[in-house]
């Protein structure tokens, strides 16, 4: 027996007699997700009339008694950073940020500290435990020079929730990229399979022999003649997925040091307008708005967060330097 386990005691009512074990606990315990529920009948952590060997798809019938062990949840083998976090919401299931430019989402290699997840361990100190770990829920990510609005869950039916909504698409991410050229059309679409590139292992591609579908829509809301900025709103989330679609159209995000083109940056003539362009030294990419129904709550809730100073400071400068010579 876990010091620190709690155990609660569940009796099968007549309408919920066939059931199978699992189903029946995970309609006692919404807010924990079938995977931790699954995972807790295998550890010997749930008894069917006192007895422990019981399988997931036990049938139950009227007058069974069920009890769970919840053991307490345990440390992650990582250490909490005071890393300053600019929250926008936070309540006791999850937890909206605006992730500045150069903040690691996950330890990787590479990146065994300064993340946003040590960041989160120090900040969120009464982690409940996502599937009896206690850590926070990553349920989607932003690459490390991408800036805007990530949401994390905090407690398991959180990370369940938001975890569903992202794969049946029921989340609306919208962002902005300030990328080179000024593009012929004021709107698109690009429906483009992205996948691991079949060279380049550490790239994305549109010509991977294993692209998954992607989709991605954009629109221009200003013109600056060498760039312009663009509202992009995306379907799918694939790794990299706006860099590389907007990449293959021919006008790549400005400062994108994988998927950029150098080429774009000597065809401008003007050493002051270049200059500052190749100055941006990240991405100019930013998830501004992202829109979800509360897991839990079940409000929808929406979120903004603001341009960045780098790129708001650009396309001032590109909006008195180039618009005054168009």
């Not at 694939?238 to 293959?248: F, G």
Request: overall charge positive.
């Amino acid at each position: 027996m876990d010091e620190g386990a709690i155990f609660r005691t569940y009796t099968v009512n007549g309408a919920d007699s066939g059931l199978r074990l699992d189903v029946f606990l995970v309609r006692q315990r919404p807010d924990l997700s079938r995977a931790r529920l699954k995972r807790l009948i295998d550890d010997g952590r749930v008894a069917v009339c006192g007895a422990k060997a019981v399988r997931a798809s036990r049938k139950l019938r009227a007058g069974d008694e069920v009890t769970l062990e919840e053991p307490q949840a345990e440390p992650l083998e990582l250490l909490p950073e005071d890393i300053p976090l600019s929250i926008l919401y936070e309540d006791h299931d999850l937890l909206v940020l605006d992730k500045p430019a150069g903040l690691v989402v996950h330890p990787a290699a590479g990146h065994a500290e300064g993340t946003l997840v040590h960041a989160l361990l120090h900040h969120c100190r009464d982690l409940p435990g996502i599937g009896g770990v206690l850590r926070p829920g990553i349920v989607h990510r932003l690459d490390r020079d991408t800036s805007g609005v990530l949401v994390v869950a905090k407690t398991d039916a959180a990370h369940s929730g938001l975890a569903s909504q992202f794969k049946n698409r029921q989340v609306q991410k919208t962002y902005v990229a300030l990328v080179y050229g000024n593009p012929g059309e004021n709107q698109g679409t690009i429906d483009l399979p992205v996948g691991r590139h079949p060279v380049e292992r550490k790239k994305m591609s549109t010509k991977s022999r294993r692209g998954k579908r992607a989709v991605t829509s954009w629109e221009i809301t200003e013109r600056f003649g060498v760039a312009a900025l663009l509202k992009v709103a995306i379907e799918t989330g694939r790794t990299h997925q706006i860099r590389v679609h907007l990449a293959v159209t021919g006008h790549p995000v400005v400062g994108d040091p994988v998927y950029g083109s150098t080429k774009r940056i000597s065809a401008i003539t003007d050493p002051v307008v270049r200059s500052r362009l190749k100055g941006m030294n990240r991405q100019a990419l930013h998830a501004v708005r992202l829109s979800f129904v509360h897991p839990v709550g079940g409000e929808q809730m929406e979120f903004e967060a603001p341009l960045p100073a780098d790129m708001a400071e650009l396309c001032r400068f590109l909006r008195e330097h180039c618009l005054a010579r168009l």
